[in-house]
Nanobody, 125 residues
Framework: QVQLVESGGGVVQAGGSLRLSCAASGGIFSGHDMAWFRQVPGKEREFVAR????????DYAASVKGRFTISRDNAKNTMYLQMNSLKPEDTAAYFC??????????????????WGQGTQVTVSS
């Protein structure tokens, strides 16, 4: 049974940093792309970053590029999102996801078939 569990969310002041983790189990980690999305109430889930199975390719949303860094440790079945220079507009529930199909682009939430339960990040001004 595939399971993704996020942790590391919290409340931080603008300009601060947080590191999110996503622990995977169920044999779905090392051979698959992983991604982070975020969502605020009333809005669609938004692409944040993705990393390929080997970690050789990273992609970021324009809104976070240069501030966030995605990484993974395949030996620990864990993915990370280092978030620096946080802004109030980064406030959202953050979800990790993985996919077993490549029909849709990596930036589309519909491309991912396994999701974590989310962790809340709140950035105060």
């Amino acid at each position: 049974q595939v399971q993704l569990v996020e942790s590391g969310g919290g409340v931080v002041q603008a300009g601060g940093s947080l590191r999110l983790s996503c622990a995977a189990s169920g044999g779905i980690f090392s051979g698959h792309d992983m991604a982070w999305f975020r969502q605020v109430p009333g809005k669609e889930r938004e692409f944040v970053a993705r990393i390929t199975s080997s970690g050789s390719i990273e992609d970021y949303a324009a809104s976070v590029k240069g501030r966030f860094t995605i990484s993974r440790d395949n030996a620990k079945n864990t993915m990370y999102l280092q978030m620096n220079s946080l802004k109030p507009e980064d406030t959202a529930a953050y979800f990790c996801a993985t996919r077993t199909s490549f029909v849709l682009g990596y930036y589309s939430s519909a491309a991912y078939n396994f999701w974590g339960q989310g962790t809340q990040v709140t950035v105060s001004s």
